[in-house]
């Protein structure tokens, strides 16, 4: 027997696209070239005379983002379960993200749990929310909210774990200039939020010490 897929219906705010008033390519690509002359080098030489088109291209691509809704990914879910109402987890999901303050990078990997109420959700959908949260300017404090409350939001689970490991590039390349390091920070929602023995669960399961 085929699933049974149902339709939900999130809250607006989640289903509403960030407005933003962009700029034209040209006005982009002007933009490159004067941040190429600020470095100290000089946008007419060879190397970089086509950077300016390939930045704003790559940039269309890592701020994608913005041109998606997350709670349109989890907007299908499966309630032929065969009765399972335990802990589902998708971990190890690798990311790419920006830092809202410097605009460099931010690399690491999202672990996502739920507890569902009848019904799950395609395990790529949440992966494809990390995804589209990343590509935006983040702060790692805000993505691993965000991540968290548009799932609890949409699926109506139980409860949602969010853990994030991510090392930060304005770290590691500017300023204190600390190499490796990383930030660990996490969210949790429902039965994991008032109950510290599921906390303690999701983390020894992210951590691959079972149950």
Same mark, same amino acid.
């Given at each position: 027997?085929? *699933?049974? $897929?149902?339709?939900?219906?999130?809250?607006?705010?989640?289903?509403?696209?960030?407005?933003?008033?962009?700029?034209?390519?040209?006005?982009? /690509?002007?933009?490159?070239?004067?941040?190429?002359?600020?470095?100290?080098?000089?946008?007419?030489?060879?190397?970089?005379?086509?950077?300016?088109?390939?930045?704003?291209?790559?940039?269309? /691509?890592?701020?994608?983002?913005?041109?998606?809704?997350? *709670?349109?990914?989890?907007?299908?879910?499966?309630?032929?379960?065969?009765?399972?109402?335990?802990?589902?987890?998708?971990?190890?999901?690798?990311?790419?993200?920006?830092?809202?303050?410097?605009?460099?990078?931010?690399?690491?990997? *999202?672990?996502?749990?739920?507890?569902?109420?009848?019904?799950?959700?395609?395990?790529?959908?949440? *992966?494809?929310?990390?995804?589209?949260?990343?590509?935006?300017?983040?702060?790692?404090?805000?993505?691993?909210?965000? $991540?968290?409350?548009?799932?609890?939001?949409?699926?109506?689970?139980?409860?949602?774990?969010?853990? $994030?490991?991510?090392?930060?590039?304005?770290?590691?390349?500017?300023?204190?200039?600390?190499?490796?390091?990383? +930030?660990?920070?996490? +969210?949790?929602?429902?039965?994991?939020?008032?109950?510290?023995?599921?906390?303690?669960?999701?983390?020894?399961?992210?951590?691959?010490?079972?149950?």
């Amino acid at each position: 027997m085929d *699933a049974v $897929i149902k339709k939900l219906m999130p809250q607006s705010a989640y289903m509403e696209k960030p407005v933003t008033d962009r700029p034209s390519e040209a006005e982009v /690509e002007a933009a490159v070239r004067t941040l190429l002359r600020w470095t100290g080098d000089n946008p007419d030489r060879e190397g970089l005379v086509d950077t300016p088109k390939r930045v704003a291209k790559a940039y269309r /691509e890592m701020f994608g983002g913005y041109d998606m809704c997350p *709670a349109e990914e989890l907007g299908r879910t499966f309630e032929e379960v065969a009765g399972y109402d335990d802990l589902v987890i998708v971990k190890d999901i690798q990311f790419h993200s920006h830092c809202e303050h410097h605009m460099v990078p931010i690399i690491g990997k *999202a672990h996502v749990g739920y507890l569902p109420d009848g019904k799950v959700v395609g395990l790529s959908k949440i *992966a494809r929310v990390v995804d589209i949260f990343a590509h935006r300017l983040q702060t790692q404090e805000a993505l691993t909210a965000q $991540i968290a409350g548009v799932i609890q939001d949409v699926l109506n689970p139980r409860g949602v774990a969010v853990m $994030i490991e991510a090392e930060h590039m304005c770290m590691a390349m500017r300023g204190i200039r600390k190499q490796g390091s990383t +930030t660990l920070t996490s +969210t949790f929602t429902g039965v994991f939020k008032d109950t510290p023995e599921e906390q303690v669960r999701f983390v020894t399961m992210v951590r691959g010490g079972g149950i």
